[in-house]
């Protein structure tokens, strides 16, 4: 497990919401952050707030994640930390999604978490631990009508979680998953959705919390599911 003010954290999927959060809890605790998504142009300004690293990274091309984690390795050294917060996907009913929907969005959800873990497992293992801590959704243990991209990509991370905790968890590596059920708050989804109580959103501050715990959990109590949801949520 990562030391306080000794790991290397690498946020995989950094956005405004649970992204930007989850760098900034594992920052607080002095961690040395990398913030991965597509393009610069969502990580820079965090980047220059926190210190961090910036890295333009595809989660769905094999070449552009090596390159990443290279750049990681040498700029901060091996992760310690990786946070798997990459999950878009296009909604839509089996009639409307494209292959090329569907193809893409199991690419990002379930391909992306199998090369980034690829790149960070063994100096974990060979550092005798570390954590991968993955944003999932409840997508992942229902179809939905009009989830026929998203749900089964999300499906296909979660058993992959699963798969990896069975075999990494007695090397000292906690692999987790968050199952998060509910409306991420957002200024796009407060503007779509105005009618909403504060009570009905998901609060990314949470979910970073959250996610840190799960990284410094004792290891003889290691959660591998934690579900967030507001109490508003129906379940």
């Known amino acids: 497990m990562a030391t306080k003010k000794s790991g290397v954290c690498a946020i995989v999927g950094v956005g405004p919401g649970n992204g930007a959060a989850l760098a900034r809890r594992f920052a607080r605790d002095g961690y040395r952050i990398a ?3 597509r393009s610069h142009d969502t990580t820079e300004a965090l980047a220059s707030e926190l210190g961090a690293k910036s890295i333009a990274c595809d989660v769905s ?7 990443a984690f290279a750049e990681i390795r040498d700029a901060l050294g ?3 930390v990786v946070a798997y917060n990459a999950g878009s996907g296009v909604w839509g009913t089996f009639e409307d999604v494209r292959a090329e929907d569907f193809e893409r969005s199991w690419r990002i959800n379930a391909l992306g978490l ?3 873990s690829k790149e960070v497992v063994p100096a974990m293992k060979a550092n005798g631990g570390g954590a991968i801590v993955v944003i999932g959704a409840t997508a992942s243990r229902r179809g ?18 699963e798969s990896m905790a069975r075999q990494l968890w007695p090397s000292g590596i906690h692999v987790s998953l968050i199952v998060l059920d509910g409306i991420v708050d957002l200024p ?3 503007a779509r959705m105005r009618d909403k109580p ?3 959103f998901v609060k990314p501050d949470d979910v970073a919390e959250l996610a840190w715990v799960l990284a410094h959990q004792a290891r003889s109590a290691w959660t591998f599911e934690a579900e967030a949801r507001p109490f508003a949520e129906t379940w």
């Open 35 to 37: 913030l991965l998504a």
């Open 78 to 80: 091996a992760p310690t």
């Open 61 to 67: 091309d094999a070449a552009s994640v090596a390159t």
């Open 188 to 190: 796009t989804t407060r």
């Open 144 to 161: 939905g009508a009009k989830a026929a991209a998203f749900a089964p990509a999300k499906a296909a991370q979660r058993s992959l979680c």
């Open 198 to 200: 504060e009570s009905f």
């Open 114 to 116: 199998f090369l980034v």
